[in-house]
């Protein structure tokens, strides 16, 4: 593991927590809400983190699931 990649490790670890604690601060902030614009109810969000390819780090994993 080179140096740069050791600093690559870090910043997907940082992004993935702060992903998790900006989806539960979203979903504090819903807890009393009962319908969306759309006018169906409010569904919690959950951030699932999962092993992924050395060659793609967590920001570029978590945009290509918001694609989909």
Same mark, same amino acid.
Do not use: H, K
């Given at each position: 593991? =080179?140096?740069? =990649?050791?600093?690559? !490790?870090?910043?997907?670890?940082? !992004? ?6 900006? !989806?539960? =601060? ?6 009393? !809400?009962? *319908? ?6 409010? &569904? &919690? &969000? @959950? ?8 060659? *793609?780090?967590?920001? @570029? ?8």
């Amino acid at each position: 593991m =080179s140096f740069l =990649s050791a600093f690559n !490790t870090s910043v997907s670890g940082m !992004t993935a927590q702060r992903q998790r604690v900006n !989806t539960i =601060s979203e979903n504090i902030a819903n807890a009393e !809400t009962t *319908r969306t614009p759309q006018g169906g109810p409010y &569904r &919690r &969000r @959950e951030v699932i983190l999962a092993s992924v390819a050395n060659d *793609r780090t967590f920001e @570029e994993e978590l945009l290509s699931q918001d694609r989909s």
